[in-house]
């Protein structure tokens, strides 16, 4: 996306990479790189990249949360594909924090337990999509236990790659 582009124009072109199915660190990072490459194809004859931003990775651990081998797989693999953005565009990506980028663009946190238990993307979703996604139609699945349709595990993900962009757009953004 052009480095001026207009991030409300991000629900047009939002999606993600599946990985769940793939088994292996470099067949998910192969499958990555097609995924990049395709997209890369596909928006070629309408914008030229000028700028990336990623998602810092995690710097700490949280109580209860994902282990040092989880932390440093997702280091490990944020890094390779980091390595294969900068090749395929010759862009070097800039990393931004996803609580830093949340308060840039205004959206309000609290702390989870002051929020019943909703964590900062629970938080993020549910303020952007009164505001920028007002009227969007998440995928959905039945939560059988709770008898509800709760918004698909990715759809999280998604806004918060608006909120980097969004983040990103305004400045932030630091090199590695």
Same mark, same amino acid.
């Given at each position: 996306?052009?480095?001026?582009?207009?991030?409300?124009?991000?629900? !047009?072109?939002? @999606?993600?990479?599946?990985?769940?199915?793939?088994? @292996?660190?470099?067949?998910?990072?192969?499958?990555?790189?097609?995924?990049? &490459?395709?997209? +890369?194809?596909?928006?070629?004859?309408?914008?030229?990249?000028?700028? !990336?931003?990623?998602?810092?990775? +995690?710097?700490?651990?949280?109580? @209860?949360?994902?282990?040092?081998? $989880?932390?440093?797989?997702?280091?490990?693999?944020?890094?390779?594909?980091?390595?294969? +953005?900068?090749?395929?565009?010759?862009?070097?990506? !800039?990393?931004?924090?996803?609580?830093?980028?949340? =308060?840039?663009? @205004?959206?309000?946190?609290?702390? $989870? &337990?002051?929020?019943?238990?909703?964590?900062?993307?629970?938080?993020?979703?549910?303020? +952007?999509?009164?505001?920028?996604?007002?009227?969007?139609?998440?995928?959905?699945?039945?939560? =059988?236990?709770?008898?509800?349709?709760?918004?698909?595990?990715?759809?999280?993900?998604?806004?918060?790659?608006?909120?980097? !962009?969004?983040?990103?757009?305004?400045?932030?953004?630091?090199?590695?």
């Amino acid at each position: 996306m052009r480095c001026d582009a207009d991030p409300r124009s991000y629900p !047009l072109a939002k @999606g993600h990479i599946d990985l769940r199915d793939i088994k @292996g660190f470099w067949k998910k990072v192969a499958f990555v790189e097609k995924a990049i &490459k395709e997209l +890369l194809e596909l928006h070629q004859a309408f914008n030229v990249v000028d700028k !990336l931003f990623l998602e810092e990775p +995690l710097k700490k651990f949280a109580r @209860g949360k994902s282990s040092a081998a $989880t932390l440093t797989l997702l280091a490990r693999f944020n890094s390779t594909v980091s390595y294969i +953005l900068l090749q395929l565009t010759g862009v070097e990506p !800039l990393y931004i924090d996803a609580t830093e980028a949340r =308060r840039k663009i @205004g959206v309000p946190l609290i702390s $989870t &337990k002051k929020a019943s238990g909703k964590n900062q993307k629970v938080q993020t979703f549910e303020f +952007l999509s009164k505001t920028v996604f007002k009227g969007e139609m998440w995928p959905t699945y039945h939560h =059988r236990r709770k008898n509800v349709y709760t918004v698909k595990f990715f759809v999280y993900d998604e806004v918060d790659s608006y909120v980097i !962009l969004s983040a990103g757009l305004m400045g932030l953004g630091n090199s590695a």
